[in-house]
């Protein structure tokens, strides 16, 4: 088993930055590929950022590119989403989410989510 706890969201105004935070506890924390993932009222939810076991591989979702970052700090256990730029439709709730097999932007591939943190980007 594997918990996931996200934190650093909150209210911003467009333009602004957040960074958040996902803190794991469990199993080996390297030995997963980490992902998050944000839904906005009456959506699916949708992949926003991936980060490979080894921090090679970090997929993006189009709408962030260039202005969200993922990382991780596997001495920490704790995976990031620095967000520049951010823009009201950036508003949701954030989610992060672990993965056992390889890096993947479908949260169908991943086994374990946090509660999330809600994000919300004022015009």
């Known amino acids: 088993q594997v918990q996931l706890v996200e934190s650093g969201g909150g209210l911003v105004q467009a333009g602004g930055s957040l960074r958040l935070s996902c803190a794991a506890s469990?199993?080996?924390?390297?030995?997963?590929?980490m992902g998050w993932f944000r839904q906005a009222p009456g959506k699916e939810r949708e992949f926003v950022a991936a980060?490979?076991?080894?921090?090679?591989?970090?997929p993006y979702a189009d709408s962030v590119k260039g202005r969200f970052t993922i990382s991780r700090d596997n001495a920490k256990s704790t995976v990031y989403l620095q967000m520049n730029s951010l823009k009201p439709e950036d508003t949701a709730v954030y989610y992060c989410?672990?993965?056992?097999?390889?890096?993947?932007?479908?949260?169908?591939?991943?086994?374990?989510w946090g509660q999330g943190t809600r994000v919300t980007v004022s015009s």
């Open positions: 469990g199993r080996t924390f390297r030995n997963y590929a």
């Open positions: 980060i490979s076991r080894s921090g090679g591989r970090t």
């Open positions: 989410a672990a993965t056992g097999v390889v890096v993947s932007t479908s949260r169908y591939n991943y086994d374990y």
